[in-house]
């Protein structure tokens, strides 16, 4: 089976205090979206429905200090993981 999803984290890096995450032909369910730094403590842990084959989300972060930070949106059949800088 091919993988036809696409998942973005923009703009990436930011001083902003919010980052989006456009996720594009993922399976329809509940994701979990995890924040962690860079010594792996976990920052941010919530659970996420994706409704459709198309969906974009504006995650607030305010309270994130100025670093690299990993981020992972799962659920038991997709993983993906990038790397965020909050400047």
């Keep these: ?4 999803s696409e998942i973005v984290i923009y703009p990436n ?4 205090n919010f980052f989006n995450i456009r996720a594009l032909n993922l399976e329809i369910g509940n994701y979990w979206l995890d924040v962690l730094d860079l010594s792996g403590k976990l920052i941010h842990h ?3 429905y994706i409704s459709g084959d198309f969906v974009e989300l504006k995650k607030e972060i305010n309270d994130l200090k100025s670093q690299i930070y990993h981020i992972s949106l799962y659920n038991e059949n997709v993983k993906f993981d990038t790397k965020f800088i909050k400047m």
């Design 13 to 16: 890096p930011s001083s902003l």
């Design 1 to 4: 089976i091919e993988d036809f």
């Design 46 to 48: 919530e659970m996420l």
